[in-house]
């Protein structure tokens, strides 16, 4: 089942901050986040397991709450180089990534 | 650069045509995936390979043939598309299990 993302979109200005939420209806045992710049390929930035740890990727960093079956990623002092579709991806409980399932992403604009 | 080949980067073809999509990994990874990825959506799974063989078919319409023939290679054989199979295909690899996925550069297809 597709993860739910929200926002849809979202414009900042160099140096602010944003959050990206993605949310299952379904039981998650992890949560994978993926960055896809536009006619480029979708780039790995982390995965999350069940446990609630917070990874982190440069001023990027992510929290997984298996118990609301949900994930946050978090983009602290934005620079232009973040802008780009941010895909969270969803595998189903066992642990296999085989099957992940992207949602629909979420477009991040950000300007000088 | 991205670690994952795919060749061609663009393909025109008729609906009466054969083509095939290459993709070609040297991580040393043994699960390779084929995404579809429509303009503004996310990628979709079509096809994983596991230890070279054939581990998910998410309901593919048969004119597309995947073929893994070795652990660094996979291929996708085309045959009476239809032009809303135009889209941007995606390979990608991993280690099995739940790891991260490392896409291609993918392949622009339209079909007329």
């Known amino acids: 089942q597709q993860p739910v993302q929200s926002p849809q979109a979202v414009i900042l200005r160099e140096g602010e901050d944003a959050v990206i939420n993605c949310s299952s209806s379904k039981a998650l045992y992890s949560v994978h986040w993926y960055r896809q710049k536009h006619g480029e390929a979708p780039v790995f930035l982390m995965i999350?397991?069940?446990?609630?740890e917070q990874k982190g990727h440069e001023k990027i960093s992510a929290s997984f709450n298996e118990k609301k079956q949900q994930s946050s990623l978090y983009l602290t002092a934005s620079q232009l180089s973040y802008s780009g579709t941010y895909f969270c991806?969803?595998?189903?409980?066992?642990?296999?990534?085989?099957?992940?399932?992207f949602g629909k992403g979420t477009l991040l604009t950000v300007n000088p | 650069d991205t670690e994952v080949t795919q060749t061609p980067k663009h393909l025109v073809m008729g609906m009466t045509n054969k083509k095939s999509l290459k993709c070609e990994q040297h991580m040393g990874h043994r699960a390779m995936y084929w995404y579809k990825q429509k303009a503004k959506k996310p990628p979709e799974l079509m096809f994983v390979y596991s230890y070279e063989k054939l581990s998910i078919n998410e309901s593919v319409p048969s004119r597309f043939s995947p073929e893994c023939p070795n652990s660094s290679l996979l291929n996708l054989h085309l045959h009476a598309l239809q032009p809303e199979d135009s889209a941007l295909y995606l390979c990608a690899s991993s280690q099995p299990g739940n790891s991260p996925l490392h896409f291609g550069n993918g392949t622009r297809l339209t079909v007329t």
């Open positions: 999350l397991l069940k446990g609630g």
């Open positions: 991806g969803t595998g189903a409980s066992g642990g296999s990534n085989y099957k992940l399932t």
